[in-house]
C-alpha cells in the first residue's frame, strides 16, 4: 500500500488502538482467515432478511458439501465457502467466526468519498474477494478502526485485485 496512504490512517489512530492494531495485524493469520480464490456467488443479489436458491445453487452447494443458508448474510457465507474459505469455531462455542464483508460503507478513503456498501450491492454482497472469516477481536477492529478496515481492504487488492473503490488503482496511476 502507498505509504502516505497508509500514514494518513495510521496517524488518526490513536496511540493505544494503534499498538492493538499492529499487534493483530502482525499475527494476522492468527486473527484473518481469507477465501482462496474470488468468486461471485450470487450475482444480482442483496442482503435481505431470509433468502432462497434455486435448484442449481442448492446442487452446487451440495456438491461442495455446503449447508444452503437462508439466514440474512447466508449467501455471503457461502460464497466464502465455495471460494475456499475456512470459518474456525469461535472458543467455546458452536459457531464460526463471522463472515465479514470488508467493504461494509464505513470508512471512505478520502474525506466527503463514499465507499461501496456490499450487502447493499449485487455485485459484491457474495463476492468472496471482499469476504473475510474474522476472530471476534479483529472483528471489532474492522468495524472501528480505519486503519484495520483499510489493511483489509488492501490485502483484498493484493490477492485479488479486488479494489470496488478504484482507490489502490488510482493510487497506482498518478505514481
Known amino acids: ?26 499475527q494476522k493469520e492468527r486473527f484473518v482467515c481469507w477465501p482462496e480464490k474470488s468468486l ?5 443479489v442483496v442482503r435481505i432478511k431470509t433468502h432462497t436458491y434455486t435448484e442449481k ?16 448474510n447466508g449467501p455471503a457465507i457461502c460464497a466464502y465457502l465455495l471460494a475456499g474459505g475456512k470459518r474456525p469455531q ?6 464460526g467466526w463471522s463472515i465479514h464483508h470488508i467493504y461494509d460503507g464505513k470508512f471512505p478513503a478520502f474525506e466527503n468519498g463514499t ?16 469476504l473475510v472469516a474474522i ?4 472483528d471489532a477492529l474492522a ?8 489493511l483489509l481492504r488492501h490485502t483484498a487488492f493484493k490477492k485479488f485485485n479486488f479494489d470496488p473503490d478504484n ?8 505514481k
Open 1 to 26: 500500500m502507498p505509504s502516505i496512504f497508509l500514514k494518513e490512517f495510521r496517524k488518526h489512530t490513536q496511540p493505544h488502538i494503534l499498538e492493538v492494531v499492529d499487534l493483530v495485524w502482525k
Open 40 to 44: 461471485l456467488f450470487l450475482p444480482g
Open 57 to 72: 445453487q442448492k446442487k452446487q452447494l451440495k456438491d461442495n458439501e455446503i449447508k444452503p443458508d437462508a439466514r440474512s
Open 90 to 95: 469461535r472458543h467455546g462455542e458452536r459457531k
Open 115 to 130: 465507499t461501496i456498501h456490499a450487502v447493499k450491492d449485487e455485485n459484491y454482497f457474495t463476492e468472496s474477494a471482499g
Open 135 to 138: 476472530h471476534p477481536i479483529a
Open 143 to 150: 468495524d472501528e478502526v480505519p486503519y484495520f478496515a483499510w
Open 167 to 174: 482507490v489502490f488503482l488510482n493510487i497506482r496511476e498518478k
